[in-house]
Antibody
């Protein structure tokens, strides 16, 4: 059964770049497409984007100008970069296999 | 962007009762790309239903999904104590969106 684990800094300063990595175990990253989603505290879910192992991506139009998702097949990992962050980007960030299986999530707070 | 509107916002029911949750889309959604999730406090969402009506692996048969076009429904036939949670619908066409959620609480 696939397992996903998010990792990265829990605190990011305003205007800087948020960087997270998702490590996949129990499955090959070449088997599917892989997603990032987020949930601000006490609010609903928002899709950020997804990537195929080929490197093809699809991003949420509202975030597209600030988002980069990449994949490292040699490490069975994929990553998220979100630039020019503000307090509105404070959220629990989830990685997922497609839409089916989600990681436990990691809280990222944007604050000086 | 397809907007999904869930109703009601909160559903207050007792264990053993039937829960009916609605998800309405601002434009037609292919049933293939409609899913339902359950989320409990401090946990990641769990996929319940995909393709509008297919149960995900390990999901009890008291959960069922139906609908097409712009109107979709999640039904929990008899609420168990572990079913009290927030439920989200999602469409995953070319650009994904979620409903705002329905909280099923104990009456």
């Amino acid at each position: 059964q696939v397992q996903l684990q998010e990792s990265g800094p829990g605190l990011v300063k305003p205007s800087e770049t948020l960087s997270l990595t998702c490590t996949v175990s129990g499955d090959s990253i070449s088997s599917s497409y892989w997603s990032w989603l987020r949930q601000p505290p006490g609010k609903g879910l928002e899709w950020i984007g997804y990537i195929y192992s080929s490197g093809s991506t699809n991003y949420n139009p509202s975030l597209k100008s600030r988002v980069t998702i990449s994949v490292d097949t040699s490490k069975n990992q994929f990553s998220l970069k979100l630039s020019s962050v503000t307090a509105a980007d404070t959220a629990v960030y989830y990685c997922a296999k497609g839409y089916q299986s989600w990681g436990q999530g990691t809280l990222v707070t944007v604050s000086s | 962007e397809i907007v999904l509107t869930q109703s009601p916002g909160t559903l207050s029911l007792s264990p053993g009762e039937r829960a009916t949750l609605s998800c309405r889309a601002s434009q037609s959604v292919s049933s293939t790309y409609l899913a339902w999730y359950q989320q409990k406090p401090g946990q990641a969402p769990r996929l319940l239903i995909y393709g509008a009506s297919s149960r995900a692996t390990g999901i009890p048969d008291r959960f069922s999904g139906s609908g097409s076009g712009t109107d979709f429904t999640l039904t929990i036939s008899r609420l168990e104590p572990e079913d009290f949670a927030v439920y989200y619908c999602q469409q995953f066409g070319s650009s994904w969106t979620f409903g705002q959620g329905t909280k099923v609480e104990i009456k």
